[in-house]
C-alpha cells in the first residue's frame, strides 16, 4: 500500500502570512499515461465532513479561493496558502488516490498564531 | 445541489451487525462510482470500499474484507454499507463519498462530495 505522510503534524501561521503543507507518498503517484498526479488535498473544520480543495495536485476544485494551491509530482507535493484568512482554520489532509486502498495523510492541524 | 445523506448509525455490541444507508441526490446516481469513508473519534481518515457506478464491481479495504459489504439499488438512489462481525476498532463516523464523474475505462477520482457521516459506536 502506499504511505502517505504529511509534514507537519501541526503549524501556527499569522493572518496574512503564508502557510505551507507538505506531503509525500511513498511511491510515485503519477500515472505515465496521462502524465496526471493522483493526489488531492482536503480541508475539514470541526464537527464538518471533508471538503476537496484541490485535485490532480494542482487543479483548483470549483469555488475553492485562489489563496490555496497545489504543488508537486512523483511523490513530493506541497499546498500553500499564500494569505491566511482566520475561516482557513482546519485540518488538511492530503490522499492518493492512484489505486486502492485510497490513503490519507494523518492531518495538518492550521492554527492562527 | 448534490446530497448525501446517510442514516442506520448506532450503539452495538462487538459482534453486531448493523446496515447504513446513504440517500444521494442532485445528480445522476447511477453514472458515479461511490465510496465509504471512516473517521475514528479524533483520528484520520481511513478508505473503507467503493463500488462502481452499476454495481458490477466492488472493493474493500483489508481491515473489513469479509465483515463489510457494499451495495446500491440504482432505483432508489442510495447505497448501502451492511457491516458484520463489528469490532471495538470499527467504531467510527462512517461517510459515504462520491467520487468525480468519469468514464470508461476510469477507475480512479478524488472525492468532490461527502455526507455529513454517521456514527457507528462499537462496545465490547
Not at chain 2, 458515479?32 to 475514528?40: D, L
Not at chain 2, 462481525?85 to 470499527?90: A, W
Not at chain 2, 463519498?97 to 465490547?124: E, H, I, N, P
Request: proline share 3%; glycine share 10%; hydrophobic share 30%.
Amino acid at each position: 500500500d502506499i504511505v502517505v505522510t504529511q509534514s507537519p503534524d501541526s503549524l501556527a501561521v499569522s493572518l496574512g502570512e503564508r502557510a505551507t503543507i507538505n506531503c509525500k507518498s511513498s511511491q510515485s503517484v503519477l500515472y505515465s499515461s496521462n502524465k496526471k498526479d493522483y493526489l488531492a488535498w482536503y480541508q475539514q473544520k470541526p464537527g464538518q465532513p471533508p471538503k476537496l480543495l484541490i485535485h490532480w495536485a494542482s487543479t483548483r476544485q470549483s469555488g475553492v479561493p485562489d489563496r490555496f494551491t497545489g504543488s508537486g509530482s512523483g511523490t513530493d507535493f506541497t499546498l500553500t496558502i499564500s494569505s491566511l484568512q482566520a475561516e482557513d482554520v482546519a485540518v488538511y489532509y492530503c490522499q492518493h488516490y492512484y489505486g486502492t486502498p485510497y490513503t490519507f495523510g494523518q492531518g495538518t492541524n492550521l492554527e492562527i498564531k | 445541489e448534490v446530497q448525501l445523506v446517510e442514516s442506520g448509525g448506532g450503539f452495538v455490541q462487538s459482534g453486531g451487525s448493523l446496515r447504513l444507508s446513504c440517500a444521494a441526490s442532485g445528480f445522476t446516481f447511477s453514472s458515479h462510482w461511490m465510496h465509504w469513508v471512516r473517521q475514528a473519534p479524533g483520528k484520520g481518515l481511513v478508505w473503507v470500499s467503493r463500488m462502481n457506478s452499476d454495481g458490477s464491481t466492488t472493493e474493500y479495504a483489508d481491515s473489513v474484507k469479509g465483515r463489510f459489504t457494499i451495495s446500491r439499488d440504482n432505483a432508489k438512489n442510495t447505497l448501502y454499507l451492511q457491516m458484520n462481525s463489528l469490532r471495538v476498532e470499527d467504531t467510527a463516523v462512517y461517510y459515504c463519498v462520491k467520487m468525480v464523474y468519469c468514464s470508461g475505462d476510469c477507475y480512479d477520482r478524488a472525492f468532490d462530495y461527502w455526507g455529513q457521516g454517521t456514527l457507528v459506536t462499537v462496545s465490547s
